[in-house]
């Protein structure tokens, strides 16, 4: 059984910083996209970062880029994401996600049809 467990929201005032956590289980990490997304209620949900666990690349979202830093530790099979210079409307609930990688190539999109599993997501609220 595929598990994804997040930790690491809160609030934070605006410019300030968290670091998100999602420890994986049920599945292979090296084997694995994994990704980041926000959804605020009424909304679609949003891709925000995505990672290729076997090479590390990563590909991020337009309006996180220089802003947000997804990473692994593969020997701890956690993702993280690091959020610094947030912002009001960045508040969100915020979701780990994965699937099992078919391709080596495959750049893992944070595109949400392309995600099987889903964590129970984490709160970030910024106040300005």
């Known amino acids: 059984q595929v598990q994804l467990v997040e930790s690491g929201g809160g609030s934070v005032q605006a410019g300030g910083s968290l670091r998100l956590s999602c420890v994986a289980s049920?599945?292979?990490?090296?084997?694995?996209?994994m990704g980041w997304f926000r959804q605020i209620p009424g909304n679609d949900r949003e891709g925000i970062a995505g990672?290729?666990?076997?090479?590390?690349?990563?590909v991020y979202a337009n309006d996180v880029k220089g802003r947000f830093t997804i990473s692994q530790d593969g020997a701890k099979n956690t993702l993280y994401l690091q959020m610094n210079d947030l912002k009001p409307e960045d508040t969100s609930m915020y979701y780990c996600?994965?699937?099992?990688?078919?391709?080596?190539?495959?750049?893992?999109?944070?595109?949400?049809?392309?995600?099987?599993?889903w964590g129970q997501g984490t709160q970030v609220t910024v106040s300005s």
């Open positions: 996600a994965a699937y099992r990688r078919l391709l080596s190539y495959d750049a893992c999109d944070p595109v949400a049809r392309k995600y099987h599993f």
């Open positions: 990672m290729n666990t076997r090479f590390g690349s990563t």
């Open positions: 049920g599945i292979t990490f090296s084997s694995a996209c």
